[in-house]
Every structure is written in structure tokens, then in C-alpha cells.
């Protein structure tokens, strides 16, 4: 095989020396033939004539030889490309349509593309990544579909589940490094020490973690990653053994992770054990849902549903039948075992897919307008083809003309699209991209840019399809004529072009409903109250570190202070500190029981999400009192036990009224002799959207002071009287003020924070939008160009009429109703496309029907416009047509 | 010219490949040889004869190289290669395969069936 490409390969780029030795060598056998002919007593002159007559064409033979090395494809290739740019050139207008066209919609599929790449199909840079799980648990009846793992599962399933041969858990989160003075907070993680060999990747110098230094008392070790090393360090060697400053703690580094680690979306930097003690992995917790999240590698042979069945067995077998278990198994629990990385990016899959259905229905508006615009180039090319087919030219060669130019377009727009491609990539992230699972990975692959290639290569061949079969039904009779309108070959082409605009029109009203959908949706979104007032609220995140707040009266007084600080600076209406804002994706879900309200038999528990609340949160976040008081500071100091409930809590238990005075209890259990860790509900708030403004579960919630339900990590909550954002460099002071080495984290405006929990619907909406924009455009030039191809074909006849007395305006009813007629059919097929893509992208809608009847009117109306706009000109042309020119142009 | 036989389809390459591994030769050379090997049987059409050469060495199953021929003229000499050579007596087999079967078939008479 390689011998024979070489073969070629000498022949082509030797091709001088080839075509001479081809000549000498045929010379040589016919001077020696008559030299033998001579010799044997034949005149010369005879001797000549018979050795040309019996070796016949050297032509032919030369050209068979040729054949022989594949060196006429070649030839006929280059022939035909000469052929295809001497023609591209001679239309500069043609042609720079076409590659702009294509170079827009090559480049729109290549952004998504390049995006649906990193995003869905590229796998994760482990060995045999298709193996990696994640393991969680889930009480879909209490409202929590994925709550982690917790430290318990992972301890009683190591080792114990056959189909995974590995199990590992961690835990994100974040850690102030550096020396006093100038500390950062650096994005960390904790892992159990198999957490690298199960991804099958781990440190490149030093070693992993080991199983003793799991405990709080032995893990001041620490694995740090490529950048960290390259940004700290320099790339030194010798930096194993060295000391990091973690939370005003030292650890040692013990390993350095490869370039090319990259754990699903991951930001650590820095990698620390997950220590724990026994109590956090006692049976009692094995459902205190956490932040950690388990992960595993299925034993070679194993699938997912064998891994799956075994898991359920052992959770039957390790949660018993007692109280708690049976509790969970009313919630629904279960552990759910699915592949690591289509779970992690589950959520995004759908509005990608649909952006690159809508990128690939631009691409096959642009192909359709450049086959119709090829197809009226073509028959006004019939006379020359006629001719060449007249001449000779086989069928194969009129074909292959056509394929070689439209390829050599379809790769010159592809190469341009390439272009554009990397300027959308680039342009990417202003849509929040980065913020998608795995968005950050967004890049213009090699293996992508060939993917657009080839896609281009057969496009061009697909296009060319069309093109050829016309050409080929061009009769050389009937194309001889001046006039092919009346041949059957002509009245194809022409209801091929309509059929191809009326597609067009079909595409691009499919295109630009769905646009109006998302956008209609995205505002139903926005007019979505948040249940609290976001505007001039600064929020931002504090860590307090376990080593230097361990007591509670630690952190109670770091708060109290902190808050009675920010409500004294000028301009500050209200202070408070949350563990969670709404709306930061975040928001924690436990359960409570009430006081007199036991759980029916079968009743689910139901998660509710629950906060801890110092200073003035309410006032400063913004909430609306509906009964009784607000929690205030006061509260954490005072040994009775109060809690706010939100509406959304009192309605489902005391639909008529009544929630003040009741007692609250945290847990899923009632609460029998725990009267101590009740909360009585001393007032009722308005209900606040916790995790998206398109949730509608009201699971409810409920607020405990500080004091009593403390966390080392907190918001602190400003509302401001003149704009919030220049707060933020107020804040820091008095922070740094109360303790040095404490940095504020992730400041920003509550009305910043929803505006990015939209970016899921906005940035799908904002690309719809531009799609339909180009498909528009593109359709407009569509029309345009087939009506006045319909104009100049009907000269002659417009001409005639209007010689016997038609007036302009008849002439141009004819064409405009033409249009009107491609327009209709165009919007009848555009109708059903747009039922089709509405139910298809149902589930990306927020309280919107498939089929919006407002949607489908405006859009009809804008297509409308743009396509009547974009056949008057070809139609007033047509009234203005000179009788005496068109009959006398011959 | 009567005296010579048709060639069947797919019998040149063979008779080429035979003549060159005997010696290497020039393409007129090759028609000269089988000529003569042949008895003047079989003469192999003239146009045909150098595509059916161009077609062998791309085939890598003979290499050309330029030389002298006797009468100090510059011209192209054929040689056989290792893989050509194997070619040369998978197809000689299985062509007397067939012709020996075809003589077989021919030669049978009434009274044998």
C-alpha cells in the first residue's frame, strides 16, 4: 500500500522528469523498432509508417500510463480547481456571499461544537475514564435529589462492594494560605488516600496520602498541583518536604500533581487529607448529607447496574429496620451509582444539544441559500456547458467540475470558519461559559478543527448533488437555445430553488421562534420575585478557621463584633450574617419535625432549608415580617431557644394560622426527650427563592440564631443606602481590622448573584438570538436572489405584455405575489419546525408553552417583512423593465 | 500477423513478468522476448505494452532504472523484484492449473464419460 502511494507521490512531485522519461522511453522503442524494420529490408520511410500504425496513439499510451501511476485524478483535479477559481473570480460578488455565508455558519458549529466537545464528548484524562462513578445519595420524596455522600457510607463501603475496585471520597473547599499579613484564600480539596489511584492518576513527584494521615492529629501534610508548583515554587525539585501555611497551620508538601491533572471542574490548587475522627463516621450520621461526594472505579467486567444492585444491597443490609431507617426509606433513599462524568454535566447537556441543533440548522440555511444561488448560476452557465458536453466533456466530467468547485468552496469557507470559530471561542466566556461544568475546558482542539473540516469537505459534496443533477439534465438541444425557460429540465431547476426557499423560510421561523421562546421565557424568569428586596445588598463570603475560632464563644464574638462594626460606618442601613445567601447554588437542606405533628405512617420527611442567622439579616437582606419579630442579635446571647419560620413552613403545618409559639426540632424524628434542642417560632417571613428563581417545590425554611446553630463559614450581609459595589472596599478593612489574616471571599451584589444564577437561560437565548439574526439575513439574500433570478429569466415576456399594454403595477403583483406564495408555504412549514423545536426544548422553558401563539405571530411577521423587503427590489426592477431593450437584447 | 494467437484478458502481465524475470530488459526488448520465447505465438499489442509496464512497477512487482542498450543508446531497463517473482509463480501456477484442465476437458473423448 505505502509503496504505492510513494509511487505516486515520486510521480506527481517528479512530474517533469516522469512525462520525459515517459517520452524517451516511447521514442527509443519506435527508433528501434525501424531500426529492426530497416534492418530486415523495409525502406525507411514504410518502416516509420508501420511502426506508428502498429504502437498506435503514444497519446493514448501516454495517457494509459499515466492512468496506471493515479496520476489523471490529479490532473483532472487541478484542471477542474483552475477551472473553479477562474470561475469564482470572474463573480467576486458570488463568491464573497458564499465564503462570508459559510464562514459564519462553519464558525457559529465550531464555537458550540468545540463547547459540546469539552464539554460532552471529550473523555476525562484518566485511564479507562469510563469506568469512574459517582455514588450518591438521594431522597427524591423529601425534595433532596442529590445529597453527597457522608464519611459513614464511605466507611462502611470500602472493600465491601465487589463491583467497584476502588472507592474514594472528597470534599471541596477553600483554605487561607500564606504567611500573616498576606494570606490568600486558595481553592483546595480533601481527599481519602485512594483518591488519586482510583482516578489512576496522582502525584508525578512524592507520593499520595496515607491512610494515617486521615485523623486531625496527623494530617499536616499537603499535595500540590502543577500551577501552584510553577506560581510558588518555580518548578524547584527540591520543594518535597517544604512547608505551606494552611489556616495558621504549617503542612508539609508530600507530592506535586502532573500538568495535565484535571479532576471534572475542579479549581484546587492544593490537595489535603480528608481527616476525620470516629465519631463523624458513626452509623447515626450515615445520612448527615455533607459536602463530600464519593467517587469509584468499576472493577474490569462490572457494570454500572451489577455496581448499582450490590450498593443497594449494602445499604439494606447496614441501615437495619429501625426508626431512622425507616424514616429514610420514606424519603426514598437510595444511593444512586452513575458514570462520573455524564452525571457532572447531565444539567448542561440539553441547552447544548439544543445550541448545536440551532448552529446546524444555520449551517443548513446557509448551505440551502448557496445551492439555490449556485443553481442560478449554473443555468446561466448553460449554454457553456452545453457546449462542453457538445465537445465531449462525459458525464463524469461535468460532475466532477461541479463537486471540485463547491468543495473548494465549502473548504475556503470552512478554513474562514475556522477563524471566526476561534474569535467565538474566545468570545465565549462573556456568555458565562466558565462558569458551566467543565466550561473552563472550552478550547479549539485539533480533533475539532479537523471534525469542521471534514464536515465542510462533505457539505461541499452535498451541495454539489443539486448542482450536478441539473447540469446533467441540461439538454444540449434545449440548452443551446438563447431561451431554456419553457424546457422541462429549467421548470425543475425552478421548483427545486423555490422548494430550497421555502425550506429556508421553514428554518429560520423554527430558528427565530425558538429564540422568542428562550427570550420570553428568560423574561417570564426575571420577573420572578425573589421573595426578598436584592437591590444595593453586598454579600461576601467568610471563612472563620478551625484553629483559631474552636470555641463557640470564639466565632459568636467574631460575629457580634463584626457586624456591630459594619452597622456603625456610614452609610450602612442594615448588617447581618447568613450561613447561606439565597440563590448561590448552595443552599443546605436538612429536616425538621415540629412539636404535635408527627409524621404519618409512609410520610416522607421533608427537606427544608435551614440558616443561621446574626446581626440584622432580615433588614438587611430584605425580607418581609408576615407575623411576630425577627430574629435579631440578641437572640444568640439569650438562653431561650426562637427561630423564624418562612411562609411556605407555617402554611404546610398550620394552613389556618397559628405558627407562633409552636416548637421546631432539627432532625427527621420526633423528638422525645430533646425538649431542650427545640426552638419556639417567635415570628414568620416572607418565603425567599433558596436555590433558582424557577423553583416551586416551597420546601420551606427556617432561621436559627447564630449563637445556637453555629458554622465556621458564613455571608456577611450588607444593605447600603448609595451603591453596593463600592462597599466592598470598605468591608475588607474592617475585616482585616478584627483579625489579619481573615480574607473576605466572593463579594458581590445580591442583584449580581441572581443575575448570574440566569446565565443557563440568558447566554442560550442571547446565541438563539444571533442565530436567527444571520438566518434572517441569509433568507432575505435568498429570496432576493431568486426573484431577480425570476426577473431577468422573464424579460422578454415581462417586456412583451407591457409592449401590449400591461401597467408596472400588474408586472409587479405578479412577482410580488410570487414571493407572497414561497412566503406562505415557507411560514406553513416554518409552523409545524416550530412545534417540533418547542417540544423539543420543553424542558428548557420556564412556564411556556411549545407552541406560543404570541411567538409564533411575531415571528411570522418578521419573516414576512424581511422577505417582502427583500423581493421588492427584484419586483419594482420587473415594472421598470424598457420594452424596447429587452426585446431588442438578443 | 495470422499465425499469432489472441490474447486472453489478464495473460499480458503474466507474459511480461515471465520475459523480465528471465533478464532484465527494455520495454522493446520485452516484445522482442516474448516474441520469441513464444515461437512468434504471441505478440503483445504495442500500445498496450507500456501502461500494462507502468502499471507492474506501481505494482512494486518490477523496478525500473535507466541504462545503456547494445547499441549505446540511453534507455529504460525492467528488472523483477522479490515480490514480483513470488506473483510470477502464484499466477504461472495456477495458469497451467488451468490450462491442464482445460486440455483435460478438450482432449476427452466419447468413450471415456
Same mark, same amino acid.
Given at each position: 500500500m505505502w509503496r504505492r502511494a510513494l509511487s505516486r507521490v515520486r510521480a506527481l512531485v517528479g512530474r517533469r522528469r516522469f512525462e520525459d522519461g515517459m517520452s524517451e522511453e516511447m521514442r527509443f522503442h519506435l527508433e528501434a523498432y525501424v531500426n529492426d524494420l530497416v534492418g530486415a529490408g523495409t525502406p525507411p520511410e514504410a518502416a516509420w509508417r508501420r511502426a506508428r500504425a502498429e504502437f498506435g496513439s503514444v497519446d493514448n499510451a501516454k495517457d494509459d500510463c499515466r492512468e496506471a501511476r493515479g496520476l489523471m485524478l490529479f490532473d483532472e483535479l487541478a484542471r477542474n480547481l483552475r477551472y473553479a477559481v477562474r470561475l469564482l473570480r470572474k463573480t467576486p460578488g458570488f463568491t464573497v456571499t458564499a465564503l462570508a455565508t459559510l464562514a459564519i455558519c462553519i464558525g457559529a458549529n465550531l464555537t458550540i461544537f468545540a463547547g459540546v466537545y469539552s464539554i460532552l464528548l471529550r473523555p476525562m484524562p484518566f485511564p479507562e475514564a469510563d469506568r469512574l462513578v459517582a455514588v450518591f445519595n438521594a431522597y427524591p420524596k423529601a425534595g433532596v435529589p442529590d445529597d453527597g455522600s457522608t464519611l459513614t457510607n464511605y466507611d462502611e463501603r470500602r472493600g465491601r462492594i465487589?463491583?467497584?475496585a476502588a472507592l474514594a471520597v472528597y470534599r471541596d473547599g477553600t483554605a487561607i494560605v500564606g504567611e500573616p499579613g498576606s494570606t490568600e484564600r486558595e481553592s483546595i480539596s480533601r481527599v481519602s488516600p485512594e483518591f488519586f489511584a482510583t482516578l489512576g492518576a496522582g502525584p508525578v513527584a512524592g507520593r499520595a496520602f496515607t491512610e494515617a494521615e486521615m485523623t486531625y492529629q496527623t494530617d499536616h501534610v499537603v499535595i500540590i498541583t502543577d500551577a501552584y508548583w510553577r506560581q510558588w515554587?518555580? *518548578?524547584?525539585? $527540591?520543594?518535597?518536604?517544604r512547608r505551606i501555611r494552611v489556616d495558621g497551620v504549617e503542612r508539609a508538601i508530600v507530592g506535586v500533581l502532573p500538568p495535565d491533572f484535571s479532576f471534572l471542574s475542579s479549581k484546587a490548587r492544593l490537595y489535603f487529607p480528608l481527616s476525620s475522627n470516629a465519631e463523624e463516621r458513626? @452509623?447515626? *450520621?450515615?445520612?448527615?448529607?455533607?459536602?463530600t461526594h464519593m467517587i469509584a472505579r468499576l472493577r474490569p467486567g462490572t457494570t454500572l447496574a451489577e455496581a448499582q444492585s450490590q450498593v443497594d444491597a449494602h445499604n439494606a443490609a447496614v441501615e437495619g429496620g429501625g426508626i431512622e431507617a425507616k424514616a429514610m426509606a420514606d424519603a426514598g433513599f437510595r444511593s444512586i451509582v452513575e458514570p462520573l462524568h455524564a452525571g457532572h454535566v447531565a444539567a448542561i447537556r440539553p441547552t447544548l444539544l439544543l445550541m448545536q441543533a440551532g448552529a446546524l440548522f444555520l449551517l443548513l440555511i446557509g448551505a440551502l441559500n448557496l445551492v439555490n444561488l449556485l443553481l442560478i448560476r449554473a443555468s446561466q452557465h448553460v449554454r457553456e456547458l452545453a457546449v462542453r458536453q457538445a465537445i465531449g466533456a462525459g458525464r463524469r466530467h461535468v460532475v466532477s467540475a461541479v463537486v471540485v468547485e463547491t468543495t473548494a468552496l465549502t473548504l475556503g469557507g470552512g478554513l474562514l470558519g475556522l477563524v471566526v470559530g476561534a474569535v467565538g471561542i474566545r468570545l465565549l466566556p462573556l456568555l458565562g461559559t466558565d462558569r458551566l461544568p467543565l466550561g473552563t475546558h472550552i478550547a479549539l482542539d485539533p480533533r475539532v478543527a479537523v471534525t469542521v473540516l471534514l464536515g465542510a469537505l462533505v457539505l461541499g459534496v452535498a451541495i454539489a448533488l443539486p448542482i450536478a443533477w441539473y447540469s446533467l439534465r441540461q439538454r444540449v438541444a434545449s440548452g443551446m437555445q438563447f431561451e431554456s425557460r419553457g424546457s422541462t429540465a429549467s421548470r425543475a431547476a425552478q421548483r427545486l430553488r423555490h422548494g430550497f426557499i421555502v425550506a429556508q423560510i421553514g428554518l429560520a421561523f423554527a430558528l427565530l421562534s425558538g429564540a422568542g421562546l428562550l427570550g420570553l421565557s428568560l423574561n417570564k424568569v426575571m420577573a420572578v420575585s425573589p421573595g426578598f428586596r436584592p437591590e444595593r445588598v453586598l454579600a461576601g463570603q467568610i471563612s472563620l478557621p478551625w484553629s483559631s475560632y474552636q470555641r463557640d464563644a470564639d466565632r459568636l464574638a467574631f460575629v457580634e463584633r463584626l457586624v456591630g462594626d459594619i452597622a456603625r460606618t @456610614?452609610?450602612?442601613?442594615a448588617a447581618g450574617i447568613v450561613t447561606n445567601v439565597p440563590l448561590s447554588g448552595n443552599s443546605s437542606r436538612s429536616s425538621a419535625t415540629v412539636k404535635g405533628r408527627p409524621r404519618r405512617p409512609g410520610e416522607s420527611p421533608r427537606a427544608i432549608y435551614s440558616y443561621s442567622v446574626g446581626g440584622d439579616y432580615f433588614s438587611a437582606m430584605g425580607f418581609t415580617l408576615r407575623e411576630g419579630r425577627f430574629v435579631v442579635d440578641a437572640d444568640s446571647r439569650r438562653a431561650e431557644r426562637v427561630c423564624v419560620v418562612d411562609e411556605d413552613f407555617a402554611r404546610r403545618y398550620w394552613p389556618t394560622g397559628g405558627a407562633i409559639g409552636q416548637r421546631v426540632f432539627p432532625g427527621s424524628n420526633p423528638a422525645e426527650g430533646r425538649e431542650v434542642e427545640g426552638f419556639t417560632i417567635v415570628g414568620v417571613v416572607g418565603a425567599a427563592k433558596q436555590d433558582?428563581?424557577?423553583?416551586?417545590? $416551597?420546601?420551606g425554611a427556617v432561621y436559627y440564631p447564630f449563637g445556637h446553630r453555629q458554622d465556621n463559614d458564613f455571608f456577611v450581609v450588607t444593605r447600603t443606602? $448609595?451603591? $453596593?459595589?463600592?462597599?466592598a472596599n470598605t468591608l475588607r478593612p474592617i475585616v482585616r481590622a478584627i483579625d489579619p489574616d481573615l480574607p473576605v471571599n466572593d463579594i458581590q451584589t445580591m442583584d449580581a448573584r441572581i443575575e448570574d444564577s440566569l446565565v443557563a437561560r440568558r447566554s442560550p437565548a442571547l446565541l438563539a438570538g444571533v442565530f436567527s439574526g444571520i438566518a434572517m439575513l441569509l433568507t432575505a439574500i435568498g429570496t432576493y436572489g431568486v426573484l431577480s433570478y425570476a426577473v431577468a429569466q422573464r424579460r422578454r415576456e415581462i417586456a412583451l405584455r407591457m409592449a401590449l399594454g400591461a401597467q408596472p403595477a400588474q408586472v409587479r403583483r405578479q412577482f410580488v405575489s410570487l414571493a407572497l406564495g414561497l412566503l406562505a408555504a415557507g411560514t406553513a412549514l416554518g409552523v409545524i419546525a416550530a412545534w417540533i423545536t418547542g417540544q423539543a426544548m420543553q424542558t428548557l422553558l420556564y412556564q411556556v408553552p411549545a407552541l406560543h401563539v404570541a411567538v409564533l405571530a411575531g415571528t411570522a411577521v418578521t419573516l414576512g417583512v424581511v422577505s417582502l423587503a427583500a423581493c421588492l427590489v427584484p419586483s419594482y426592477r420587473a415594472a421598470r423593465v424598457s420594452p424596447m431593450e429587452a426585446l431588442a437584447d438578443q | 500477423m495470422g499465425k499469432t494467437a489472441d490474447l486472453l484478458p489478464g495473460t499480458v502481465d503474466l507474459l511480461i513478468l515471465k520475459a523480465v524475470s528471465l533478464k532484465p530488459l527494455h520495454g522493446y526488448g520485452v516484445l522482442l522476448r516474448i516474441r520469441q520465447i513464444s515461437g512468434e505465438a504471441l505478440e503483445i499489442p504495442q500500445g498496450s505494452l507500456y501502461p500494462a509496464l507502468y502499471r507492474l512497477e506501481h505494482q512494486g512487482l518490477i523496478e525500473a532504472e535507466w541504462g545503456e542498450s547494445d547499441n549505446g543508446r540511453r534507455a529504460k531497463y525492467y528488472t523483477m523484484t522479490a515480490t514480483g517473482r513470488r506473483r510470477l509463480r502464484e499466477e504461472a501456477a495456477g495458469w497451467n492449473r488451468l490450462a491442464a484442465a482445460m486440455a483435460a476437458v478438450l482432449n476427452t473423448t466419447p468413450e471415456e464419460v
Open positions: 465487589d463491583a467497584l515554587y518555580d *518548578r524547584d525539585r $527540591a520543594v518535597l518536604g458513626e @452509623p447515626k *450520621r450515615r445520612h448527615w448529607g455533607s459536602s @456610614p452609610g450602612v442601613m433558582r428563581l424557577t423553583e416551586d417545590d $416551597a420546601l443606602s $448609595a451603591v $453596593a459595589e463600592a462597599f | -
